[in-house]
């Protein structure tokens, strides 16, 4: 995989983006938990930011994405991406908090049109054999991040502030940017015989993801674990600090131990990867989760929560493969931007108005609730891929003519 030049300039840039984000991103939490003593609902709405515009913008962006040239938006996006965070820099000298959060969404808006134009380049120049191998290979390397990320980005803002870890993030977009370049120009912008007009393609790209059964099942699924995921994903936190007994900083532990766990669940998944159904792959991993997540918010003994945090870690890259499979080998080339842009809308629409009411419903209830009604919901979504996992076909993309 690795003598393909597509692959491996697009594994660089999104080793130096996921570096940026989790330095951005745990600097952020971090000063926000500082500024409101642990208010669940502001630490809510920092994942709100991150994850709402996936929601707003992802049809969008994916729809454009298949219009324009993959290589320029990519790069324009990561040029864009870090002029934002010099110029929240500016603002936050200002004495403006507030503005992290407009860093995070407007970056998180460029990462729609990024995102499947680089899905896109994949699918035009590496081989249906081995996607799900790449596919395996990303989620190990986000993976690693998870490791590494948290523990640098907490070095770097509890040694040097808030405004040397956005400083650093904003330097790694631009590199991302100049690496992309690296990028064989892009050979055409759009072909003839594709729509013009960007609402009929956008309606094109919806009847294609409606009339493909594998899609709209996955669509289902993204519905509810979306909801799942979002609840719990600003608590973590909170796991920490109540659950536990530590400190926020202690947070870094349980995520380094899960991304670790991920790291070798990735491997041993790009193993068997040509083997394994990615809907069987999916709903093992949903499994996992409805067990991992109750387990979670009912321990109150560190060593019980790390050893959740690694069986979780374990499957989570079945769940990231077999989504990404699914989507790849059941769209054509032409329509990979609007397939994930018709379907992560489902999720992240699902996640953010968890994310909204997580923090609330902890509030009015207690952590434990909250955990036990997102395993409740990881459990319904696996429960949703029944039917694909009877059917034995090897999944196909549906052609353009027969989404009309």
Known sequence: MFKNPYIRTIIASNALLNLG????????????????????????????????????????????????????????CDLLSAASIFIVLLALWYGSWQVLLLSTFFSAILSQFSQPSAMKILKQHVAPEQLQGVMALFQSLMALFMVIGPVVGTFIYQHFGIFSSLSITGMLFLISALVLTRIPQDEQAI?????THFIEELKEGIRYVWNNRTLRTLGGTFTIIGLAVGLIQPLMVFVAIENLGQEKEFLQW??????AAMLLGGGLIMGIAKNVQPQLLLA????????????????????????????????????????????????????IGRVGGALSPLF?????????????????????????????????????????????????????????
């Not at 003593?37 to 994405?65: C, K, Q, R």
């Not at 349980?254 to 991304?259: F, K, Q, S, T």
């Not at 991992?292 to 790390?306: A, E, P, Q, R």
């Not at 029944?386 to 076909?393: F, G, I, K, S, V």
Request: a positive charge.
């Open 254 to 259: 349980p995520l380094m131990a899960n991304g």
């Open 191 to 195: 072909e003839i015989d594709r729509p």
């Open 21 to 76: 984000i989790w330095v951005r991103n745990f600097a952020i939490l971090l000063y926000v938990t500082d500024l409101t003593h642990n208010d669940p609902v502001y630490v809510s709405l920092i994942s709100v930011a991150e994850f709402a515009p996936i929601f707003l913008f992802a049809i969008i962006g994916g729809t454009f994405a298949d219009r324009w040239r993959p290589r320029r938006t990519m790069v324009s």
């Open 284 to 335: 093992t991993g949903l499994l996992v989760s409805t067990l991992t997540t109750f387990g979670v918010g009912w321990s109150h003994n560190i060593v019980l929560t790390m050893a959740l945090q690694v069986l979780s870690g374990l499957f989570y890259p079945c769940i990231h493969i077999g989504i990404n499979t699914m989507m790849m080998k059941n769209a054509e080339a032409a329509f």
């Open 348 to 404: 992240s629409g699902m996640m953010v108005v968890g994310m909204s009411i997580g923090g609330t419903l902890k509030r009015e209830s207690s952590l434990y609730t909250v955990y036990i009604v997102s395993a409740g919901l990881f459990l319904v979504g696996s429960m949703l891929l029944l039917p694909l996992l009877r059917d034995r076909q090897p999944v196909q993309a549906v052609t353009s003519v027969d989404s009309k």
